[in-house]
């Protein structure tokens, strides 16, 4: 399978990855490996197979429906990298 | 005889007739790690003085047999938040992050008494086979420094192979506990999903990690197992079932009568090297003189369980790696002018280069348009290797097969190639799609590389006790591979 240098940018793009030119090539081409050797499951029957997404045996316990704090707001602050003592603070996203 | 030559429950009975104080062995276990850690590199921190606190003031109040771990030294994977000490995953993006709560594993093992020595190393978000993707450094096997100790809990591995530690906590998402263990001849146990709860792990493939133990035997493992087992109702896949006397299911086990073992033609096919062939059939060959009946099985899936795992593992790590935007927690590019360019900048700065690869990979087979061809037809393959397996069980008590075709391989030797890293996992990741347990047990040297050779044994669900029991009788057949000889 080909894969294209603009394939994987905008797909890095779509994730959230910026990466420069000289690796973009490169990854394309692992990604192009590996992709191939993906489609080997094309020659798996699977005609009328219902999707296994989840090896979980049991019903999902229920808890009851009641809002507990289990955090400090100030334990949870600590591990941000900029914090106001109140939210975290992020670069400007409004124009003006 | 050392203490770091005794076996976790060796140590346990020693602790408890108070012939050794936890302060004592928590030395020995320094020591040992003073004198190793140069070679191997298992560790990614050590928190001596923490541990030295809690074991004296275990000494002080002496003994509690309700305290499965009293006094036992430990470590833990890196993937493993652990209250006040820092939780790396390898990673750069995790470089400053000191969790502000304990997994429920490691509180669990806590809460028995257990001592944290520190915390092992791993390859970066728990991706690959070889513990050379850790962001830090690689951690060398201890049966010879040049090879890997298998990946990704190459660190818990080789710390407990180093006898820096009685056991070990891991992550197993493809095989991570069990190729380490095979690597570094240690026993290793992944258990059925949903038996250990994963709060507080950073996840990589929810539907795929659970935590174990490695440690020096099946019995060892057992005791971990039993301590930090059952339901949490903070890990809404953990079940709410009882959890069996493992230890004692693992100590009745003297023999193998009337136990039926699977070999499945396609463990045992060609692909084997013959020094893991050699050991492996010696293996099973003690297990027909311990009255095991052989019996064939067939698994006839597992040729697409790496594409399968892959494309499975890949999307959800995607999805998982998301949280990481440089905002609520880890590494924050200083350069960042607007919010896109935040996320951007961190995470491409943060991850390494085979996180950023599952990442882009995984977002592709999630994309419109690829979704069916790749994630959904992956979901559906996923079915039909859990199928083969209860199919099989349906011949068998547990199924037989090696660990890994070949013994630990080479530092560097695959690391240009992603896909021939994948490959090294070939018979380890259908249990992980399948949900089922499975333990790695080392059964001697390889004739020509003189590296350790695991055997897998894999199990129903929730039949930890009978892969631990029959682990545990074969341990008594083959014997110990021994101390390391890299760190003799």
Sequence with gaps: ????????????????????????????????????????????????????????????PLRMDVAVKTFQRADILSQAPESDGTFFVVPKIVAG | MSITDL????????????????????????????????????????????????????????????????GVPMAVKDALCTKGVPTTCASKILENFTPFYDATSVERLKAHGAVILGKANMDEFAMGSSTENSA?????????????????????????????????????????????ASFCGVTGIKPTYGRVSRYGLVAYGSSLDQIGPLARTPLDCAIVLQAMAGHDPKDSTCAPRP???????????????????????????????????KACDD?????RSLGATLVPVKLPHTRYAIATYYIVAMAEASSNLARFDGVRY?????????LK????????????????????????????????????????????????????????????????????FGLGEKTGDPLQMYLADIFT????????????????????????????????????????????????AVGDVGTPAGVA
């Design chain 2, 7 to 70: 076996t976790l429950d060796e140590l346990r009975h020693r602790l408890a007739a108070r012939d050794i104080t936890a302060v004592q062995a928590t030395e020995a276990c320094l020591e040992r790690i003073q004198a190793t850690e140069p070679t191997v590199d298992a560790l990614l921190s050590l928190q001596a003085e923490q541990a030295l606190e809690t074991a004296a003031a275990l000494d002080r109040q002496g003994p509690d047999p309700a305290k499965a771990l009293w």
């Design chain 2, 429 to 476: 990741i259908s249990l992980n799609l399948s949900g089922l347990p499975g333990l790695s047990l080392p059964v001697g040297l390889g004739e020509d590389s003189a590296l350790p050779v695991g055997l897998q044994l894999f199990g129903k669900a929730w039949e930890e006790g009978t892969i631990l029991g029959a682990a545990n009788a074969l341990y008594g």
């Design chain 1, 1 to 60: 399978m080909t894969f294209t240098p603009d394939q994987a940018a905008r797909v890095a793009a779509l994730a959230r990855l910026r990466l420069p030119e000289d690796k973009l090539e490169h990854l394309a081409a692992q990604m192009g490996d590996i992709l191939s050797y993906m489609d080997t499951l094309t020659a798996c029957d699977t005609q009328g197979v219902e999707p296994l997404y989840g090896p979980v045996e049991h019903d999902t």
């Design chain 2, 136 to 180: 830090f450094k690689p951690t060398r096997n201890p049966w010879n420094p040049f090879k890997v100790p298998g990946g990704s809990s190459g660190g818990s591995g080789a710390t407990v192979a180093a006898r820096q530690c009685f056991a070990a906590l891991g992550t197993d998402t493809g095989g991570s506990i069990r190729l380490p």
């Design chain 2, 283 to 287: 293996a099973m060959d003690a297990a």
């Design chain 2, 243 to 277: 959890v069996p006397d493992f230890a004692a299911e693992t100590k009745a086990r003297k023999d193998l009568a009337g136990l039926r073992i699977g070999m499945p033609e396609e463990y045992w096919g060609e692909g084997l090297t013959p020094e893991v062939r």
């Design chain 2, 330 to 338: 880890g590494y924050r590019h200083p350069g960042a002018k607007d």
């Design chain 2, 341 to 408: 360019d935040l996320y951007e900048l961190s995470r491409s700065h943060g991850f390494g280069e085979e996180v950023q690869r599952r990442i882009v990979l995984g977002t592709y087979v999630l994309s419109a348009g690829y979704y069916d061809a790749y994630y959904r037809k992956a979901a559906q393959v996923r079915r039909l290797i859990r199928q083969d397996f209860l199919d099989a069980f349906a011949h068998c008590d547990v199924i037989a097969g090696p660990t890994s075709p070949f013994t630990a």
